[in-house]
T-cell receptor, first 113, second 115 residues
Framework: NAGVTQTPKFRILKIGQSMTLQCTQDMNHNYMYWYRQDPGMGLKLIYYSVGAGITDKGEVPNGYNVSRSTTEDFPLRLELAAPSQTSVYFC????????????FGDGTRLSIL | GENVEQHPSTLSVQEGDSAVIKCTYSDSASNYFPWYKQELGKGSQLIIDIRSNVGEKKDQRIAVTLNKTAKHFSLHITETQPEDSAVYFCAATRAGGTSYGKLTFGQGTILTVHP
């Protein structure tokens, strides 16, 4: 199994550009999450989904959008990139129920200049 | 909402020494506390977790302790090795119900083990 796969690994954007960060998992996990990680700040939850067609905001959703049309895929969209969105983005997934562990992808390092 | 504080932010030890990382949480309803290890350029991996009905859990060189009264939990790594060098994150959540597995993470600790 590939687990959680994120693409691209690195990207440089200009201010105002848009892009989609891709995340796919092959573990049939219902729950999926997007985090951003800034130096010294830990991981902050952007959006999460508990199943296809269901998404909800996390702690820091402004400037982002998500969709969940299938169980496998959970893309994160930046519509108007801003320097404050320079960060490392991690996607994670887990099984529904109890205290199942989250499985993380390797991240996308995004710089906005 | 939940708030998790993690200390220290950096920790440097000699190979063979022990390392201890501490976290405090604010929500007394939190009942599940995982620890993740993040190696350079990789996503985080669960290394150990503890539930609120347990005071201590051990897995080979790694142990976690939980003090519910004081609302703090700690990661202990004994006989450290250079491959233990990584960023470690603690997290807390209310497992089950409408929490949907959402974790609140600490700020992370950069552990460096010198050979």
């Amino acid at each position: 199994n590939a687990g959680v796969t994120q693409t691209p690994k690195f990207r440089i954007l200009k201010i105002g550009q848009s892009m989609t960060l891709q995340c796919t998992q092959d573990m049939n996990h219902n729950y999926m999450y997007w985090y951003r990680q800034d130096p010294g700040m830990g991981l902050k939850l952007i959006y999460y989904s508990v199943g296809a067609g269901i998404t909800d905001k996390g702690e820091v959703p402004n400037g982002y959008n998500v969709s969940r049309s299938t169980t496998e895929d959970f893309p994160l969209r930046l519509e108007l990139a801003a320097p404050s969105q320079t960060s490392v983005y991690f996607c994670a997934s887990r099984l529904q129920g109890g205290d199942q562990p989250q499985h993380f992808g390797d991240g996308t390092r995004l710089s906005i200049l | 909402g939940e708030n998790v504080e993690q200390h220290p932010s950096t920790l440097s030890v000699q190979e063979g020494d022990s390392a201890v990382i501490k976290c405090t949480y604010s929500d007394s309803a939190s009942n599940y506390f995982p620890w993740y290890k993040q190696e350079l350029g990789k996503g985080s991996q669960l290394i150990i977790d503890i539930r609120s009905n347990v005071g201590e859990k051990k897995d080979q060189r790694i142990a976690v302790t939980l003090n519910k009264t004081a609302k703090h939990f700690s990661l202990h790594i004994t006989e450290t090795q250079p491959e233990d060098s990584a960023v470690y994150f603690c997290a807390a959540t209310r497992a089950g119900g409408t929490s949907y597995g959402k974790l609140t993470f600490g700020q992370g600790t950069i552990l460096t083990v010198h050979p």
